[in-house]
């Protein structure tokens, strides 16, 4: 019987419960061991040397049994550091974490290395909540780097963050429509030549830019004016007009009245032969006539009462000739113009005075087509 005791009290020192003071409570291995060891001499033979033996066997057996039981400390968040010990319990899946059990931030900017989409960020920068710089138009080029930060979306960049303008007028590729133009040429925000009248011709090379809109014009800018008469087209009403010919603010050549008293006109005394000072009246009345090419024309003489009847006719038919000769040398057909000679019979003013003779003593030209 004290031989079982003593390889009881061999088996408990074994088991390591040679610790004064220790409660089964604090180290559960200790009774562990104990059972272990009762177990293992009950199974031995009467002999003692074989008691010895199972006694010592199950008690180290019972204490590591009895440890392996024990619970295992605790990792909530997976991380790899116990929850004893772990500073930051909650962190995410699969994120890496110091031995304190905290995310890693490698490159300081505040955002975890586990949502960082910009793990290498220079320090001292400001960065969104993915950890990268901001790029407020999403052309790829950050904000702090982008000289052009409101670029349409999804066009294409350049290095500083502006689309190509490869005619450098001002206006990106993307949205020229007229991506040649000159350099130094001002552009419309199309990119193209202005054109302030809207008449398809560039101000650069309009000769009118103030046509009126929708207004058709020539290559110039310019309404056209066939006639050359300097009246536009869409404002001409006589638009057949011969080169060179005057013409009224409506593009036609005033006509002459149905009848005109050619003051100013003078012949040298009883003759036919017109005075110099009367040239320049009739040079004016011939290119009236050339102006107005469909006119015709009756050239009529007249006389004062003085001196006979007859006489008085004859002169004012030769004078009348005379006039027509004039204008058929200056260039007007003669099938245009008919001459007569009224003489004394159609007066326009009293005969009895000097200035009355005097008016009376003309020549008309009345028209006739």
């Known amino acids: 019987m004290l031989s079982r005791i003593a390889l009881l009290g061999a088996a408990l020192t074994l088991g390591g419960c040679a610790s004064l003071g220790t409660s089964l409570q604090e ?4 009774g562990c061991a104990v059972v272990g060891g009762v177990a293992g001499a009950g199974f031995a033979e009467n ?7 199972g006694a010592a066997g199950g008690a180290v057996l019972g204490a590591l049994l009895c440890a392996a039981l024990q619970s295992t400390p605790e990792d909530g ?3 790899g550091v116990y929850d004893d010990q772990d500073k930051c319990p909650a962190t995410p899946a699969g994120a890496q974490v110091n031995v304190l059990g905290c995310t890693l931030d490698g490159d300081g900017d505040g955002v975890f290395d586990h949502s960082d989409r910009c793990p290498g960020t220079a320090a001292g920068l400001a960065v969104g909540a993915d950890g990268c710089e901001p790029d407020a138009d999403g052309d790829g080029i950050v904000d702090r780097l982008d000289r052009c930060p409101d670029s349409r979306p999804g066009a294409t960049v350049g290095n500083g963050g502006c689309e190509p303008d490869s005619d450098g007028d001002g206006v990106a590729d993307g949205i020229d429509r007229c991506p040649a133009t000159t350099a130094g040429t001002r552009v419309d925000e199309r990119g193209c030549t202005r054109d302030s009248d809207g008449d398809g011709v560039a101000d650069t090379l309009d000769e009118c830019p103030g046509s009126a809109a929708g207004t058709r014009v020539n290559g110039r800018g310019c309404v056209p004016d066939e006639d050359g008469d300097g009246v536009a087209d869409d404002l ?3 638009a057949g007009t011969l080169a060179g010919a005057a013409v009224d603010t409506r593009g036609c050549v005033p006509q002459p009245p149905a009848r005109l008293v050619l003051r100013g006109v003078g012949f040298l ?8 000072t009367s040239l320049s009246v009739l040079g004016e009345v011939a290119q009236s006539l050339l102006d107005n090419p469909s006119v015709r024309v009756e050239v009529g003489g007249h006389t004062d009462a003085a001196g006979a009847a007859s006489y008085n006719e004859a002169l004012s038919l030769r004078r009348a000739e005379a006039v027509r000769d004039y204008f058929v040398n200056r260039g007007v057909e003669a099938r245009r113009l008919t001459v007569r000679g009224y003489g004394e019979s159609q007066p326009i003013a009293d005969n009895a005075t000097a200035e009355g003779r005097e008016r009376n003593r003309r020549v008309e030209l009345r028209r006739i087509d």
Do not use: M, R, V
């Open 27 to 30: 180290k559960p291995w200790i």
């Open 47 to 53: 002999e003692e040397e074989n008691a010895a033996g």
């Open 77 to 79: 968040d997976g991380d």
């Open 236 to 238: 001409d009403a006589c």
């Open 269 to 276: 005394s009883n003759s036919a032969d017109l005075t110099l």
